[in-house]
């Protein structure tokens, strides 16, 4: 199967489109997006050369269930899926920060611990803590909503009020929406044998209303570790076994890229980009619980043509 990696679809009543680091978002009217998961694939804010078939299906799918799971929690974007690939919302006003929640200490966050950090978007950290250790209670650690092809910035809930980004009574909604909703994919998680160690989510405002928005609870956005011998690689020092796109960075890191101005990606072999889809497969059944359905001989593009102007005709 052939990755989509670009989209350049016209609906009847596009107003625009933004083509993203993974997603292709077109604007129906001011009112509605529709939000196309294609198969690039990101890491350090770059966009890797090659796609990776499935992985937009597999993370659509994912959101999917998980914005239906949350609905009592506080109201989501998610309008249809008229497509494995594709969600259908309400568009919003998006606020301009990402609220990054974190269980245990590991990834960037632990990075800047073993450097000195004992701080991290204004919340303090206790000393002598080990990497992938639970933290007593999650924390919330907020980054900006960077412009594309810039690095978002880590930012303390005191500066997003100070600086006008998002009003304190907004905040606080915010916040315990984060809270409630990692709350909740955690006891998801548990059922699966597996710990949400950290996610983040993206809300935004219509009609005076707060929604969540963009995916969530996806291996792209969050992470996870098999319950299944955590304890005891914690005891040893040793890495968890984890699901989340983490796999990614450290093959990048391993072969030399991080991201930074003048690196060179290393060359994604069919085998390499093989191997990064059946990861995401595996994470897929893991994730959900169920056997992951693809299409190998199939148009993708003409397919999410077809559905979204079907689905769209429906109205």
């Known amino acids: 199967m052939r990755a989509l990696v670009k989209t350049d679809f016209l609906y009847p009543g596009q107003k625009g489109v933004y083509h993203g680091k993974v997603r292709d978002v077109y604007n129906i009217n001011d009112d ?50 008229p497509d494995p ?51 007593p209670t999650p924390i919330v650690t907020p980054t900006t909503k960077a412009e594309q092809g810039r690095h978002d910035e880590d930012i303390s809930k005191a500066e997003i009020i100070a600086q006008g980004l998002v009003d304190a009574d907004d905040y606080a909604v915010l916040e315990e929406y984060t809270l409630a909703l990692f709350a909740r994919g955690t006891e998801i998680a548990a059922q699966r044998g597996l710990i949400l160690v950290d996610t983040k989510y993206e809300f935004g405002k219509r009609d005076g209303v707060i929604y969540l928005m963009d995916e969530i609870h996806t291996p792209d ?78 148009d993708v593009a003409g397919r999410i043509e077809r559905s979204v102007n079907d689905y769209l005709q429906s109205l």
């Open 32 to 81: 509605l997006l529709i939000m196309v998961a294609t198969d690039r694939i990101s890491a350090f804010d770059v966009v890797l050369p090659e796609g990776i078939p499935y992985k937009g299906q597999i993370l659509n799918q994912i959101a999917a269930k998980f914005l239906d799971a949350t609905t009592d929690i506080c109201p989501n974007w998610k309008l249809a899926v």
């Open 85 to 135: 690939m594709v969600t259908v919302g309400v568009r919003c006003e998006g606020f301009p920060v990402e609220m990054i929640v974190r269980g245990y200490l590991c990834g960037s966050a632990w990075r800047a611990y073993k450097a000195g950090a004992r701080e991290i978007c204004g919340v303090k950290l206790p000393e002598g803590m080990r990497e992938n250790e639970k933290f």
């Open 221 to 298: 956005s969050s992470r996870y570790f098999y319950a299944d011998g955590y304890e005891e690689r914690f005891a040893k020092g040793e890495a968890q076994k984890q699901l989340s796109k983490e796999f990614v960075r450290e093959w990048l890191m391993d072969n030399g890229f991080h991201g930074k101005a003048g690196q060179t990606v290393p060359e994604m072999t069919p085998a390499i980009v093989k191997g990064i889809t059946d990861r995401y497969i595996e994470l897929y059944e893991n994730i959900t619980g169920e056997k992951f359905v693809g299409n190998e001989n199939e």
